[in-house]
């Protein structure tokens, strides 16, 4: 149980195009998902945390306009990467937190942005 | 604040050697340590966890105490293979609802 898919797993996109990310949560009704970037060999940077119905909440020097996350039901978010530029390419992570355990975070897969 | 600091690697070791990873946490209340393992190119996965003083987190051959007297929680393993290779985080949550903490991960290298 606890599965997070997120979709796609790759995507390239040419400078100045949006891009989505989804989020599912297959198996667990998730109220709580977060969004992270990761540079290679870095550490899991917080971009942001997304509650079912609710606006989302941005950590400090993150773009809300450029970065748009939706959490239109309970096991789905979506990340838009709007007016893509090439330092926005890096691998986006999800997560997601249910009702049970609300400690435990659990995360998709990851998705490799490449702005060209 | 909240924060935690593992040791800095990339740690390089033959099969079936002995593993430790240290970790440690600054909080300033009772949170619960995570330790969780990323394979080249994918997410993050949940290996194991501790959620008060003196607790055993276990997985996969892979132990962690909670160690509230050292604010440390640091990953063991008696022999590893190579499939263990990876980069593994240490994490810490507050509270409730709230926030993970990762330290900066840890790149384990084993060589047949």
């Known amino acids: 149980g606890a599965v997070v898919s997120q979709h796609p797993s790759r995507v390239i996109c040419k400078s100045g195009t949006s891009v989505k990310i989804e989020c599912r949560s297959l198996?667990?009704?998730?109220?709580?998902m977060f969004w992270y970037r990761q540079f290679p060999k870095k550490s899991l940077m917080l971009m942001a945390t997304?509650?079912?119905?609710?606006?989302?909440?941005?950590e400090q020097g993150v773009e809300k306009d450029k970065f748009l996350i939706n959490h239109a039901s309970l096991t789905l978010s979506t990340l838009t990467v709007t007016s893509a530029h090439p330092e926005d390419s890096s691998f986006y992570i999800c997560?997601?937190?249910?009702?049970?355990?609300?400690?435990?975070?659990?995360f998709g897969p990851g998705t490799r942005l490449t702005v060209t | 604040g909240n924060s935690v600091t593992q040791m800095e690697g990339p740690v390089t070791l033959s099969e079936e050697a002995f593993l430790t990873i240290n970790c440690t946490y600054t909080?300033?209340?009772?949170?619960?340590l995570f330790w969780y393992v990323q394979y080249p190119g994918e997410g993050l996965q949940l290996l194991l966890k501790?959620?008060?003083?003196?607790d055993k987190g276990s997985n996969k051959g892979f132990e962690a105490t909670y160690r509230k007297e050292t604010t440390s929680f640091h990953l063991e393993k008696g022999s590893v293979q190579v499939s263990d290779s990876a980069v593994y985080f240490c994490?810490?949550?507050?509270?409730?609802?709230?926030?993970?903490?990762f330290g900066q991960g840890t790149e384990l290298s084993v060589k047949p």
């Open positions: 997560s997601a937190r249910g009702l049970a355990g609300p400690y435990e975070q659990y």
């Open positions: 198996d667990f009704q998730a109220t709580t």
């Open positions: 997304s509650n079912e119905g609710s606006k989302a909440t941005y």
């Open positions: 909080a300033t209340g009772y949170p619960s």
């Open positions: 501790a959620t008060k003083a003196d």
């Open positions: 994490a810490l949550v507050y509270n409730q609802g709230g926030k993970l903490i």
